[in-house]
Nanobody, 123 residues
Framework: QVEVVESGGGLVQAGGSLRLSCAAS????????MGWFRQAPGTEREFVAL????????DYADSVKGRFTISRDNAKNMVYLQMNSLKPEDTAVYYC????????????????WGQGTQVTVSS
């Protein structure tokens, strides 16, 4: 069992930055693939970024490449999403997910989720 808790959301102007944090508790949480997803009102949850357990492989949605950076600190059981050059279209609830086996770009591949943190980018 893994508990996931996101934090760090807020209101920021376009062009600004935010860093989201995801705390993953559980004896084996640092062996999980971790992903960030987001969901705007009336839309499906969409992939943003993922990182493998070792941090050796990263993947990003095309819409955030070059602006967002995912990282993890296994000693602290933490995953981060540094978001720079934010745009109004980045406004959404951001969720952190943990995948025990095979992670990927579909939310169906993740076993545990946090409650989400709201990110609002004003123009």
């Amino acid at each position: 069992q893994v508990e996931v808790v996101e934090s760090g959301g807020g209101l920021v102007q376009a062009g600004g930055s935010l860093r989201l944090s995801c705390a993953a508790s559980g004896r084996t949480s640092n062996t999980y693939i971790m992903g960030w997803f987001r969901q705007a009102p009336g839309t499906e949850r969409e992939f943003v970024a993922l990182i493998t357990s070792s941090g050796g492989y990263l993947d990003y949605a095309d819409s955030v490449k070059g602006r967002f950076t995912i990282s993890r600190d296994n000693a602290k059981n933490m995953v981060y999403l540094q978001m720079n050059s934010l745009k109004p279209e980045d406004t959404a609830v951001y969720y952190c997910g943990a995948a025990a086996n095979v992670g990927g770009t579909s939310p169906n591949m993740y076993d545990y989720w946090g409650q989400g943190t709201q990110v609002t980018v004003s123009s």
